[in-house]
Nanobody
Framework: QVQLVESGGGLVQAGGSLRLSCAAS????????MAWYRQAPGNQRELVAD???????NYEDSLKGRFTISRDNGKNTVYLQMNSLKPEDTAVYYC???????????????WGQGTQVTVSS
């Protein structure tokens, strides 16, 4: 059984910062790409950033320079540092990971339950 658990969301004023964490737990052999997505009310879920096991990162263009994704492979954890937050960053943020579980030769996609980020103006 594999699960992703996010933490670190909350309410922050515009211009502030938050750091999200997502820890993968369970019977894990290997984790490939880890990512953060977000979904605002009435919008589709969109990719925020992703990071490979070797640390190569990819960002949604409009978020470059404000958001930073990182990971600790030893802790099976991915982070999202969000700076200079804007009201339009308000959304539910979801963790996503490609994980090979014990007893499987294949990678499966897992999602966290989501954490709310609200940025007030």
């Amino acid at each position: 059984q594999v699960q992703l658990v996010e933490s670190g969301g909350g309410l922050v004023q515009a211009g502030g910062s938050l750091r999200l964490s997502c820890a993968a737990s369970g019977s894990i052999v290997r984790i490939n790409v880890m990512a953060w997505y977000r979904q605002a009310p009435g919008n589709q879920r969109e990719l925020v950033a992703d990071i490979t096991s070797r640390g190569r990162t990819n960002y949604e263009d409009s978020l470059k320079g404000r958001f930073t994704i990182s990971r600790d492979n030893g802790k099976n954890t991915v982070y999202l540092q969000m700076n200079s937050l804007k009201p339009e960053d308000t959304a539910v943020y979801y963790c996503n990971a490609d994980i090979q579980g014990v007893g499987s030769r294949l990678f499966s996609e897992y999602w966290g339950q989501g954490t709310q980020v609200t940025v007030s103006s």
